[in-house]
DNA sequence: CATATTTATTAAACCAGTTTAATTAGAATC
DNA sequence: GATTCTAATTAAACTGGTTTAATAAATATG
């Protein structure tokens, strides 16, 4: 069991549920004990997937929970979901009340900002065809549980552009 | 004086220096109180630029700051600068000491993560041309202190890709 | 100041993606 | 099982970058 998670409260989540629409405050912390939660962002109209979240991830829309703002993002349950939610406010009492508690805390945020910026030399670094390898490779499950649109929107492609990489690939 | 900053040790930094070159472990945190910092990875012999830290930013090189293995990277002095540092152990001493200490540390990692995450939405959602001039507008500095084709590595274009969307600008 | 070196631009050929539209394949529903 | 709907592939034209190489501009050095 992750550390503190006896302070967050068990949920169900039926697949297409909307955990976070445009508009919303986000008031709370989520722990994805098994499912799958899809990220989309929506810019000049476009929604984009930016993450998938999977068994045993911490998220939640971050900027708007912090800054208290309506977020401008989607979070959608991709798949029945059992998930683990803390209110932001029981969230700063727990932190409050335990030292440790907040160290793991910052560790875990400092995990998440490695992944980012591992994910930012990915991107920076690869080629489309390398990252889409490589997802293939590391998160083969995901290939199962969501199509193939929406990995191509996390790879920053068209699902035409996808499917090019795969044929080229399939050639060889 | 941005809080903790106590703990750290003045240093002044020559342009030029190397604060972390590959094949180095990672002892040290810094604050850059006055200068600039580049960020470099190496992928496959090709060296990019990552990140410049500029005035008020925490920096280190993470990963293997955090995991204690080899840096693959390098960290440039662009440019004379006046840093503070603290050693790890020095860092986690301070943390063991102070709970409000810790929440600053926890609060300044959220903050880093969050940065990286909308870099990421940039990446994802604007063309090269529009992050170039979202660049220019958000740090416009930059553009006098480093010269172009570190721009171009950071924006992931080749010096003349960057020269033919200026071109294209200017023409408007 | 003249020269050497580094940085930025331009040109031409090329390529990995895009867009749009049509087609095929697969899943869900009656 | 036939129909409908959604998802994936293919084709064709296009585009914003790349690479390589030459040139021009800016900067540093003797």
């Known amino acids: 069991m992750e550390f503190g998670l006896q302070f967050y409260k068990k949920e169900t989540l039926k697949k297409g549920k909307f955990l976070v629409q445009p508009g919303q405050y986000i008031r709370d912390f989520y722990f994805m004990k098994k499912g799958c939660v899809t990220f ?3 810019e000049e109209g476009i929604t984009r997937v930016m993450e998938f979240y999977t068994d045993g991830s911490f998220f939640t829309d971050l900027y708007p929970y912090i800054e208290e703002i309506p977020s401008e993002s989607y979070l959608k349950v991709t798949e029945d979901s059992i998930v683990y939610v803390i209110s932001k406010s029981d969230a700063l009492k727990v932190f409050d009340h335990s030292h440790a508690l ?7 945020m400092q995990k998440a900002f ?6 930012i030399n990915r991107i920076k670094n690869l080629s489309n065809q390398e990252r889409y390898l490589q997802l293939l490779e590391k998160r083969p499950s995901l290939f199962q549980r969501v199509p ?12 035409v552009g996808l499917s090019k990489i795969r044929k080229r690939l399939s050639k060889q």
């Open 102 to 108: 907040e160290r793991f805390g910052r560790l875990s």
């Open 114 to 119: 490695i992944n980012n910026f591992q994910r």
């Open 40 to 42: 989309y962002t929506i």
């Open 148 to 159: 193939q649109y929406l990995i191509a929107s996390y790879l920053g492609l068209t699902p």
